[in-house]
């Protein structure tokens, strides 16, 4: 019975501050590795979203990564199972739909059936209607690229490959027939790409020949370039609209500080002795 009286057990003896201070440091570098480790997914996932492929009418990109409820409706839609849901160590934002072109494109449904079952808008019915009926030919997926170095049309060899697979026979892809000096009889079969009617379907990525495509579809805000507000078409009264945002911006220098007649006065001297 004594054996088991609180004051025959033996105390806990209290931490040394030496414990206490090694203890706290393994704390510490746990929860900054573990940290570390979501920080690193989590940039991983940015850095993948800005390339990612979203299904026909997604939103611009920052939105749609708060609509979308990944409730995977539009990828069950999808008849040809092009669209997946990222998944963990996908390096992609969890549960959201995208396609890669080069494994499985979309293959333009008229009825864009994955649109329609979206419950939040994440996916716009609106941007791929026109008077009141789905339009899969005003989709925005994205833009069809090409790299002319490894393209086998711009080394001569005749191919059509990407210019055949486009939906949009003629108008998204056309042929350029240009010269082949190098020959002197033959003729280069160069593909364009036309911004304003791709749809970024990837069935020309698909279809390419080289072992890596030559051609390949990047969202439409990586693809094309952005001339900004100073620089207008000037034969093209709507371009004109831009130059509203503009905003002057004025630089001063020791050579702008003086008169152009005097700058060239001066070249003219220094030219003479």
Known sequence: MSENRPENKKKKQPLSDRRKFILGM??????????????????????AAELLLRP????????????????????EACPYDTLLLAKPGDHKPLGTP??????????????????????????????????????INIADMGLAVVDEESCIAFWGIQCDACYRACPILGEA?????????????HAFMKPIVHSDACTGC????????????????????????????YYIKGWDK??????????????TTELSKRKASDKLNGDLLEGLY
């Open 56 to 75: 026909p009418g997604a939103i611009k990109e920052d939105d749609f990564l708060k609509t979308c409820i990944k409730c995977g409706l539009c990828v």
């Open 173 to 185: 892809i056309t042929i350029e027939y240009q010269q082949n000096k190098r020959t002197g009889k």
């Open 26 to 47: 393994a704390r510490s570098v746990g929860l900054a590795t573990l940290g570390g480790f979501v920080w690193s997914a989590y940039v991983d996932e940015v850095t």
């Open 202 to 229: 990837g069935l020309c990525e698909k279809a390419c020949v080289t072992e890596k495509p030559a051609i390949h579809i990047l969202p439409r805000e990586v693809a094309m370039g952005r001339a900004g507000d």
């Open 98 to 135: 995208y396609f890669v072109p080069r494994d499985m494109p979309c293959y333009m449904c008229p009825d864009i059936p994955c649109v329609p079952v979206c419950p939040t808008g994440a996916l716009d019915e609106s941007s791929v209607t026109t008077d009141g009926k789905l339009d």
């Open 238 to 251: 709507k371009d004109e609209q831009r130059l509203k945002n503009a905003k002057e911006i004025k630089t």
